[in-house]
Nanobody, 121 residues
Framework: QVQLVESGGGLVQAGGSLRLSCAAS????????MGWYRQAPGKQRELVAA???????NYADSVKGRFTINRDNAKNTVYLQMNSLKPEDTAVYYC???????????????WGQGTQVTVSS
């Protein structure tokens, strides 16, 4: 079994910062990609940022220059530093990871439970 546990959400004023963390645990052979998605009320879930094991990153255009994703491979943890937050960043943020669970190479996508980020104007 694999679990992703998120932390770091909350309420912040516009222009403020938050840092989200997501730790993966359980039957993990390796992790290829870790990322963050978000879903605002009435909208589809969208990719915010993702990072591969070698450090390659990609970001949604709406967060480029404001958000930074990084990961600690030794701790199976991914972080999302969010600066210059805007009210439109308000959403539930979900961590996800593509995890190889054993040496045979079976890979599955796992999701965290979500953490609320609210940015007030």
């Amino acid at each position: 079994q694999v679990q992703l546990v998120e932390s770091g959400g909350g309420l912040v004023q516009a222009g403020g910062s938050l840092r989200l963390s997501c730790a993966a645990s359980g039957s993990i052979f390796s992790i290829t990609v870790m990322g963050w998605y978000r879903q605002a009320p009435g909208k589809q879930r969208e990719l915010v940022a993702a990072i591969r094991g070698g450090g390659t990153t990609n970001y949604a255009d709406s967060v480029k220059g404001r958000f930074t994703i990084n990961r600690d491979n030794a701790k199976n943890t991914v972080y999302l530093q969010m600066n210059s937050l805007k009210p439109e960043d308000t959403a539930v943020y979900y961590c996800n990871a593509d995890i190889v669970v054993d040496s045979r190479g079976y890979e599955y996508r796992y999701w965290g439970q979500g953490t609320q980020v609210t940015v007030s104007s």
